[in-house]
């Protein structure tokens, strides 16, 4: 396993948007967090930033939200300095699952873990990987298993293995599929790749953005002995994908 520590994403800014719009936003703002916005006191976030800049009318946020220079504001802080400047702020509950408050590093935690499950519970939808898809060695192809290949760049690493997936493609459309996620230990040299199978699928995807879920986790990888040790195993890979996919 990667250590845990180095790669932490677990969306793209791509994908916060979707999710966003999916949930009704009808527009979103980033802000480039810089050495003007990191050396800001919290008063002067509140007026100059949301008051001036962007005419906030209202702000949302966590219960335990901090802001400002040293993370000196909280809630009750933006809610101060924002009445005094026409704008309103509420703050959230936790969200609590099993007696412990969901948080993106329970959700690290999990995947690291390879418990695509309780990840998935905590985030209402399973993990996904977004990106384009690499034109590779062809070796998918030569064993009978065809993939799109996704450099993993800067998200979180899970537990090297196998997952039963599912691929959404540019059009939208959904595609069942098994995937490798990993460094190949059966090839060399070790090469770190989502490798996704999607099944019946026939047509080239080389170049395009596809979006790979993972829904559940079926082993770990591991090295074989020979490439037909490693096609008998794929088969009952792809076998338990689709009994997991619930598909024929």
Same mark, same amino acid.
């Given at each position: ?28 703002? @980033? ?7 990191? &050396? ?25 939200? &901090? ?7 909280? =809630? ?36 690291? =873990? ?10 209402? #939808? ?8 690499? #034109?590779?060695?062809? #070796? ?24 039963? @997936? ?13 995937? &490798? ?57 792809? =076998?338990?994908? #689709? ?6």
């Amino acid at each position: 396993m990667p250590a845990p520590t180095r790669w932490f994403r677990l969306t793209t800014l791509d994908q916060r948007e979707a999710l966003f719009t999916h949930a009704g936003a009808d527009a979103m703002l @980033v802000f480039e967090f810089g050495a003007e916005l990191a &050396s800001m006191d919290a008063e002067a976030f509140v007026a100059d930033v949301l008051g001036k800049r962007i005419g906030a009318a209202g702000v949302v946020t966590g219960d335990d939200f &901090s802001f400002g220079k040293g993370r000196t504001g909280d =809630a009750a802080l933006l809610a101060k300095v924002g009445r005094e400047h026409g704008i309103g702020a509420e703050a959230v509950a936790q969200v609590v699952l099993d007696g412990e408050r969901i948080s993106s590093g329970r959700i690290r935690e999990a995947l690291i =873990a390879g418990d695509t499950a309780t990840a998935t519970h905590m985030l209402t #939808r399973d993990y996904a990987i977004e990106g384009v898809v690499l #034109r590779g060695d062809r #070796r998918g192809r030569e064993l009978g298993y065809p993939t799109a290949n996704l450099d993993l760049g800067d998200y979180l690493r899970p537990k090297y293995g196998i997952y039963a @997936v599912r691929v959404t493609l540019e059009d939208g459309t959904e595609h069942p599929g098994v995937a &490798s996620l990993g460094v190949r230990p059966t090839f060399e040299p070790p090469q770190e790749l989502l490798e996704a199978h999607l099944f019946g699928f026939e047509g080239d995807l080389y170049g395009r953005k596809i979006e790979v879920a993972l829904h559940a986790f079926i082993r770990e990888e591991r090295k074989f002995d020979s490439v037909e040790a490693l096609v008998a195993e794929m088969r009952k890979d792809e =076998a338990q994908a #689709r009994r997991l996919l619930a598909i024929d």
